[in-house]
């Protein structure tokens, strides 16, 4: 069998589970292409895969990594809408091996054309945060034009496009950040900036259409009294507490982003054309991977962290 290099857990645990090593080259099924990985995003999620959190989906050693960027390497028999040699990007099934490999398997429904203007590795920093973000907001949230948005942890992975695809849709943005990350919060376009470690939103925020609220805990308990009457809540997190909703009378509705190539395909003209930024923080070897997973743990990432897997 022929072997490839990735980075994969044998066991759960902390960054060292993390092994860069051989692995087999995986065979597509019919309806599956192989890809040639150049590039791989690196979410929370992988980490907390990495850390037990999906214990009994899945089987290991595992593959992390669910976003991925590259080059259709080979296509099963039942595909036809994507060839040996296009450049495409995706969110992988998770429930299965991830991309933090030099080859991965997609389903060929799931992936759309890489946007032109973007490189691999700005490809690879789209797929799970820019899902999340439009799914929250657009399927979910229903925003419109108008309407304002209050956006809990506005310059993280998911948050950083949340601003921007709100900006687009024409509402307004209000979004909690802090520090250093106040500027990059305007210039992401953040109408209303309010650092959260210094001041409480709830002091400042009243009577808002959607909050998306990508932090959980005691943000998200404090977030429904913000919320009009009608309005809704999307969390990325959960929701902790339902009868919070019923309270306040908001609509509670919890994240689970899906794979949608159609939605992947608006969101690369998006991108070619100017309207929506995927913004890369710090990009790693896949030797590296341990460390661009802690990068991530840190929390304190403003847009993405990305795995180079070829040049
Ligand atoms: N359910 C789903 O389908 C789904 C999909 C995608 C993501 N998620 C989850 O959504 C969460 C967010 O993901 P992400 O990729 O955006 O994470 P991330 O990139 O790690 O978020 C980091 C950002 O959060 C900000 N932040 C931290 N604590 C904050 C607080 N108390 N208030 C406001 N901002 C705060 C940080 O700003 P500072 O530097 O200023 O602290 C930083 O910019 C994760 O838990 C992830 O697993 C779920």
């Known amino acids: 069998m022929e072997k490839m290099k990735a980075v994969r857990i044998h066991s759960y645990g902390g960054p060292d589970v993390l092994v860069y090593e051989d692995a087999p080259i995986p065979e597509p099924g019919t309806e599956e292409v192989r890809i040639s990985v150049h590039a791989a995003g690196v979410n929370p999620l992988d980490w907390k895969v990495r850390e037990g959190s999906m214990k009994g989906i899945h089987t290991l050693p595992l593959i992390l990594g669910w976003d991925v960027a590259g080059v259709v390497d080979t296509a099963g028999s039942g595909v036809t809408t994507i060839k040996p040699g296009d450049a495409v990007y995706g969110l992988l099934n998770m429930a299965g091996n991830g991309a933090y490999a030099k080859y991965t398997i997609a389903e060929a429904k799931s992936m759309a054309f890489k946007?032109?203007?973007?490189?691999?590795?700005?490809?690879?920093?789209?797929?799970?945060?820019?899902?999340?973000?439009?799914?929250?907001?657009?399927?979910?949230?229903?925003?419109?034009?108008?309407?304002?948005?209050?956006?809990?942890?506005?310059?993280?992975?998911?948050?950083?496009?949340?601003?921007?695809?709100?900006?687009?849709?024409?509402?307004?943005?209000?979004?909690?950040?802090?520090?250093?990350?106040?500027?990059?919060?305007?210039?992401?376009?953040?109408?209303?900036?309010?650092?959260?470690?210094?001041?409480?939103?709830?002091?400042?925020?009243?009577?808002?259409?959607?909050?998306?609220?990508?932090?959980?805990?005691?943000?998200?308990?404090?977030?429904?009294?913000?919320?009009?009457?009608?309005?809704?809540?999307?969390?990325?997190?959960g929701i902790s507490s339902p009868e919070e909703a019923a309270k306040h009378g908001v609509h509670g509705e919890a994240l689970r982003v899906h794979p949608d190539a159609q939605d992947l395909t608006e969101i690369a003209s998006l991108i070619d054309s100017g309207k929506l930024k995927p913004i890369v923080a710090d990009v790693?070897?896949?030797?590296?991977?341990?460390?661009?997973?802690?990068?991530?743990?840190?929390?304190?990432?403003?847009?993405?962290?990305?795995?180079?897997?070829?040049?």
């Not at 307004?172 to 210039?187: K, L, M, N, P």
């Not at 070897?285 to 993405?304: D, F, M, W, Y």
């Open 115 to 237: 946007p032109k203007t973007a490189d691999f590795v700005h490809a690879a920093a789209v797929p799970v945060s820019c899902l999340a973000a439009w799914q929250s907001l657009f399927d979910l949230a229903h925003l419109m034009a108008g309407q304002t948005v209050f956006i809990q942890g506005a310059t993280g992975g998911v948050g950083h496009y949340a601003v921007q695809l709100a900006k687009w849709k024409g509402a307004r943005v209000i979004g909690t950040t802090s520090g250093d990350s106040i500027d990059f919060a305007r210039e992401l376009g953040v109408d209303e900036v309010i650092d959260y470690q210094k001041a409480r939103f709830e002091d400042k925020v009243c009577n808002v259409d959607v909050v998306l609220d990508l932090i959980g805990g005691e943000t998200q308990k404090r977030s429904w009294q913000v919320v009009k009457k009608g309005g809704v809540l999307v969390s990325t997190v």
């Open 284 to 311: 790693f070897p896949l030797e590296e991977a341990r460390k661009a997973q802690e990068t991530v743990r840190s929390g304190k990432v403003h847009g993405k962290v990305v795995l180079k897997v070829r040049d």
